[in-house]
């Protein structure tokens, strides 16, 4: 059978666009078929009256400036011309009550050094120790991303223990596990250093160091950006590439099923019309999945389900978000948040690892505890999306499925509504004047993101990023190898989430196909 296309890509999210503009860079065809009415998944923007609202990104690395597997996909598909990283200056301030005054946590490793000292003197020798670990796991990874020939090995091959060696000491340890090890209880400096660990999990006891090390130590190394003009300008310019090449970027198509060959190999996709329409079959020997392997599952055919779902069944998932937006008539600056990023930590959380009993709060209506708060003024910098008279500000914190699951559409909106004046008030308290300045209010939830990215339970990392129990191969899948051949994963879930993993996955899984191809 003749292919229609190279590969087909299920899903338009950073990972898959990342996959399909590669792959259409060696000089392939590929058709991206998204369910959605505009592409990029997570990595979006939408329009409320004159506002232009960021629906995920808070800020993320800048390749050039730390080790990031964007780097090279930034490269290869020249994205620095189109794509302005705006760096958001300090990495984040934390109001928290254990910790006293607003802290303010720099980038760049000296200059956290010294304001942690400055704030936590007793613990100067700790602080010293501690960011000498991440920096030693930074650089063993940079050994091994930067690509070296047999002549550099050979100089260098006698290094390979020491600098292995703080990676290995910490191969199944924890993020709770290391900061004890350094801080014993001195919670408070433990909130400096994660109060945005809401990012990658809510659980600091089952959370991988190492994950920790390198996303966190990349940020306290080299700060974090903003992409100018919002994450729909990366995500477009990826769709541009594949339309460059020849290839197809279709929005409101829904893929139903995948075809596999007489061998069991991929052979095409199923689709329809989102609002209804004839089904469609397009043809190709690739066939790349940014949506999750949950959602695969039932576009297989039944034979073929237990086997596929075999690497994936028993991994725990990441987290949901709920994100609130809102629009003020005022410069947040003009309120007292004088950070791009504020972490929010309430007074009943006493420990680091209270971050697991945030979530449960959004099951019952608001009641007095808020869970921890992460406030982004995009006014602060120039993010390019103020093209009216109002300043958003985007309010994240963690959030489950099972807190508006089964609830009937008007139960869902009176809680909704309930929690959205519940944050507007807490922030009201912090900086008063700011409930006046809100001008508009819109919050999304984890069913908000299970609908709208029909990933399971809402979630937004793909599978969490644990300790590995037993071995390395327990621990999330680092591949993007499926049991059907010619089916690639090109999501959070083939390694890590977040705009970086999201891309690295997608970098990885365009590379294996092409490897296969030749
Ligand atoms: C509120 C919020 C804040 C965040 N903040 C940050 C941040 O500051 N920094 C950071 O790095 N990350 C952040 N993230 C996380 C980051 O956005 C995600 O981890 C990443 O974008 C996930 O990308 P992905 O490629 O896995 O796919 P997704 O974005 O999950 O996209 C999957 C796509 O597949 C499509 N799809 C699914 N099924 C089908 C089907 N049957 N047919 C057709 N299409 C289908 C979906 O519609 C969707 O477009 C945030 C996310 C949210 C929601």
Same mark, same amino acid.
């Given at each position: 059978?003749?292919?229609?296309?190279? *590969?087909?890509?299920?899903?338009?999210?950073?990972?898959?666009?990342?996959?399909?503009?590669?792959?259409?860079?060696?000089?392939?065809?590929?058709?991206?078929?998204?369910?959605?009415? $505009?592409?990029?998944?997570?990595?979006?923007?939408?329009?409320?009256?004159?506002?232009?609202?960021?629906?995920?990104?808070?800020?993320?690395?800048?390749?050039?400036?730390?080790?990031?597997?964007?780097?090279?996909?930034?490269?290869?598909?020249?994205?620095?011309?189109?794509?302005?990283?705006?760096?958001?200056?300090?990495?984040?301030?934390?109001?928290?009550?254990?910790?006293?005054?607003?802290?303010?946590?720099?980038?760049?490793?000296?200059?956290?050094?010294?304001?942690?000292?400055?704030?936590?003197?007793?613990?100067?020798?700790?602080?010293?120790?501690?960011?000498?670990?991440?920096?030693?796991?930074?650089?063993?990874?940079?050994?091994?991303?930067?690509?070296?020939?047999?002549?550099?090995?050979?100089?260098?091959?006698?290094?390979?223990?020491?600098?292995?060696?703080?990676?290995?000491?910490?191969?199944?340890?924890?993020?709770?596990?290391?900061?004890?090890?350094?801080?014993?209880?001195?919670?408070?400096?433990?909130?400096?250093?994660?109060?945005?660990?809401?990012? =990658?999990?809510?659980?600091?006891?089952?959370?991988?160091?190492?994950?920790?090390?390198?996303?966190?130590?990349?940020?306290?190394?080299?700060?974090?950006?903003?992409?100018?003009?919002?994450?729909? @300008?990366?995500?477009?310019?990826?769709?541009?590439?594949?339309?460059?090449?020849?290839?197809?970027?279709?929005?409101?198509?829904?893929v139903s099923e995948i075809l596999l060959g007489d061998r069991g190999e991929v052979s095409g996709v199923k689709y329809r019309p989102r609002w209804g329409g004839d089904e469609k079959t397009s043809h190709a020997s690739v066939v790349f999945a940014n949506a999750s392997p949950h959602a695969l599952e039932n576009m297989l055919p039944p034979a073929e389900r237990d086997r596929f779902m075999a690497p994936y069944r028993d991994k725990p998932l990441s987290i949901s978000l709920f994100s609130i937006s809102l629009g003020l008539i005022k410069r947040p600056s003009e309120l007292g948040i004088y950070a791009?990023?504020?972490?929010?930590?309430?007074?009943?959380?006493?420990?680091?690892?209270?971050?697991?009993?945030?979530?449960?709060?959004? *099951?019952?209506?608001? $009641?007095?505890?808020?869970?921890?708060l992460a406030v982004v003024d995009y006014s602060r910098i120039d993010t390019g999306l103020i093209d009216g008279e109002l300043f958003p500000v985007s309010i994240v914190g963690v959030d489950r499925l099972t807190n508006w699951e089964g609830l009937s559409d008007g139960d869902y909106q009176a809680k909704k509504g309930a929690w959205l004046d519940a944050v507007?008030?807490?922030?009201?308290?912090?900086?008063?004047?700011?409930?006046?300045?809100? @001008?508009?209010?819109?919050?999304?939830?984890?069913?908000?993101?299970?609908?709208?990215?029909?990933?399971?339970?809402?979630?937004? =990392?793909?599978? *969490?990023?644990? @300790?590995?129990?037993?071995?390395?191969?327990?621990?999330?899948?680092?591949?993007?190898?499926?049991?059907?051949?010619?089916?690639?994963?090109?999501?959070?879930?083939?390694?890590?989430?977040?705009?970086?993993?999201?891309?690295?996955?997608?970098?990885?899984?365009?590379?294996? *196909?092409?490897?296969?191809?030749?």
């Amino acid at each position: 059978m003749q292919d229609d296309y190279d *590969a087909i890509v299920i899903g338009s999210g950073l990972g898959g666009l990342t996959a399909g503009a590669l792959f259409a860079h060696a000089g392939h065809r590929v058709l991206v078929l998204e369910q959605n009415q $505009s592409f990029g998944g997570a990595a979006t923007t939408y329009h409320r009256g004159a506002m232009t609202i960021e629906a995920s990104l808070h800020e993320t690395t800048d390749p050039r400036r730390t080790a990031d597997p964007k780097g090279e996909i930034f490269q290869a598909l020249d994205l620095y011309q189109d794509i302005e990283f705006v760096p958001v200056g300090d990495f984040y301030e934390v109001r928290c009550p254990l910790i006293g005054a607003p802290l303010t946590i720099p980038h760049g490793l000296a200059s956290l050094r010294d304001r942690l000292i400055e704030r936590f003197p007793d613990e100067t020798d700790s602080i010293h120790r501690f960011l000498k670990h991440v920096r030693s796991i930074q650089s063993a990874l940079q050994f091994f991303i930067e690509k070296h020939d047999g002549l550099w090995w050979l100089a260098h091959g006698a290094e390979l223990p020491f600098r292995l060696w703080p990676v290995l000491r910490d191969m199944r340890s924890s993020v709770s596990t290391v900061l004890q090890r350094y801080f014993g209880d001195n919670e408070a400096i433990k909130f400096a250093l994660a109060p945005n660990l809401l990012y =990658y999990s809510d659980d600091p006891d089952q959370m991988w160091w190492l994950f920790y090390a390198v996303a966190q130590g990349g940020f306290f190394h080299g700060g974090g950006s903003y992409i100018k003009g919002g994450s729909q @300008v990366l995500s477009n310019q990826l769709v541009d590439r594949i339309r460059v090449e020849g290839g197809e970027a279709l929005a409101e198509q829904t893929v139903s099923e995948i075809l596999l060959g007489d061998r069991g190999e991929v052979s095409g996709v199923k689709y329809r019309p989102r609002w209804g329409g004839d089904e469609k079959t397009s043809h190709a020997s690739v066939v790349f999945a940014n949506a999750s392997p949950h959602a695969l599952e039932n576009m297989l055919p039944p034979a073929e389900r237990d086997r596929f779902m075999a690497p994936y069944r028993d991994k725990p998932l990441s987290i949901s978000l709920f994100s609130i937006s809102l629009g003020l008539i005022k410069r947040p600056s003009e309120l007292g948040i004088y950070a791009y990023s504020t972490h929010l930590i309430p007074k009943w959380m006493e420990q680091l690892r209270d971050f697991k009993h945030c979530a449960e709060i959004l *099951a019952d209506k608001p $009641s007095g505890r808020l869970p921890m708060l992460a406030v982004v003024d995009y006014s602060r910098i120039d993010t390019g999306l103020i093209d009216g008279e109002l300043f958003p500000v985007s309010i994240v914190g963690v959030d489950r499925l099972t807190n508006w699951e089964g609830l009937s559409d008007g139960d869902y909106q009176a809680k909704k509504g309930a929690w959205l004046d519940a944050v507007i008030d807490r922030l009201d308290e912090e900086w008063p004047g700011f409930a006046d300045a809100v @001008v508009q209010k819109d919050m999304a939830t984890a069913r908000t993101m299970r609908d709208y990215l029909n990933t399971p339970d809402g979630v937004l =990392y793909g599978f *969490a990023p644990n @300790v590995p129990q037993r071995s390395l191969l327990s621990g999330p899948p680092t591949t993007p190898k499926t049991s059907i051949q010619g089916l690639w994963l090109a999501s959070a879930y083939a390694g890590a989430g977040g705009f970086s993993g999201a891309m690295g996955s997608g970098g990885a899984a365009a590379k294996a *196909a092409l490897r296969e191809c030749r």
